[in-house]
């Protein structure tokens, strides 16, 4: 059975001394829950990933990068490798984000190299894909969504090793979220491509995230769709009572 997964995805936002403070309450939070049923995820700017691992070690919760280079590693200034994270031991990787999509100019064929990099230094992608709101108005999100599924796995073998989040970028800050139904349909399309492209149990086992405006509002909702298997959330994940609130109510369902 598919735990489901409440990542935080902190983006370039966080001053360093915000930061203990957030993540030894979100810790207190976390402390008298029953966590069998839900994946805590933090994912920090790079600079706070060491303090983070090291609060996390003492607590219920799993570390992510936000982005690696494909690069194993040598001259690329200002970059981090997956090799880097592996030997922080950390857990995830987020890949593909639309943001870095937009403004670094990231192909699926990049986000395909850095998928492979990850799996070699065993750290689980979360692998992010998603339709502009022009793509969706001309009628082709099946389209794009399939595209970049098959560009940023092309060649790679999965297990349980991989998470995709399925974020249409209509919806990311926008305070407009996809509807449950709008999100389950396009979760069903991606859980049906695992199967044709792998196999019925890897279909099965592979967690697929919404992530869009997701609030406390609106979480519960979008989790009782069939195949929504959790969220990344960006805004609401900087304000740790928001996040633990759409936490609790994970465990709740
Ligand atoms: P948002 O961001 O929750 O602020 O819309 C989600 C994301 O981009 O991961």
């Known amino acids: 059975m598919r735990k489901i997964i409440i990542a935080g995805n902190w983006k370039m936002n966080m001053l360093f001394p915000e930061v203990e403070e957030f993540l030894f309450e979100l810790s207190d939070e976390l402390e008298?829950?029953?966590?069998?049923?839900?994946?805590?995820?933090?994912?920090?700017?790079?600079?706070?990933?060491?303090?983070?691992?090291?609060?996390?070690?003492?607590?219920?919760f799993y570390v992510g990068a936000q982005n690696?280079?494909?690069?194993?590693?040598?001259?690329?200034?200002?970059?981090?490798?997956?090799?880097?994270?592996?030997?922080?031991?950390?857990?995830?990787?987020?890949?593909?984000?639309?943001?870095r999509r937009k403004y670094f100019s990231e192909s699926d064929e990049m986000v395909n190299a850095k998928l492979k990099k990850l799996h070699e230094n065993c750290i689980v992608p979360i692998v992010c894909i998603g339709e502009t709101l022009e793509q969706r108005e001309q009628g082709i999100t099946k389209k794009i969504i399939l595209s970049q599924l098959?560009?940023?796995?092309?060649?790679?073998?999965?297990?349980?090793?991989?998470?995709?989040?399925?974020?249409?970028?209509?919806?990311?800050?926008?305070?407009k979220t996809a509807t449950p139904q709008q999100a389950q349909e396009i979760h069903a399309i991606i859980r049906k491509w695992l199967e044709e492209s792998y196999k019925k149990d890897i279909a099965e086992n592979v967690s697929i995230l919404y992530g869009g405006s997701m609030k406390p509002e609106n979480v519960k909702e979008l989790l009782l769709q069939s195949d929504i298997d959790g969220g990344l959330i960006g805004g609401a994940s900087l304000d740790v009572s928001k996040f633990s609130k759409m936490i609790e109510i994970a465990v709740e369902l």
Request: aromatic share 6%; glycine share 8%; proline share 5%.
């Open 150 to 175: 098959d560009g940023a796995f092309k060649d790679i073998k999965i297990n349980n090793n991989v998470v995709i989040a399925y974020e249409p970028i209509w919806a990311i800050g926008t305070g």
């Open 68 to 99: 690696i280079n494909e690069n194993n590693n040598g001259a690329y200034t200002g970059e981090i490798s997956a090799a880097m994270l592996k030997s922080m031991e950390l857990t995830y990787c987020i890949i593909g984000h639309s943001e």
């Open 32 to 60: 008298g829950k029953d966590l069998n049923s839900v994946d805590v995820i933090v994912c920090p700017p790079s600079p706070y990933l060491e303090i983070t691992s090291d609060i996390a070690n003492d607590s219920k």
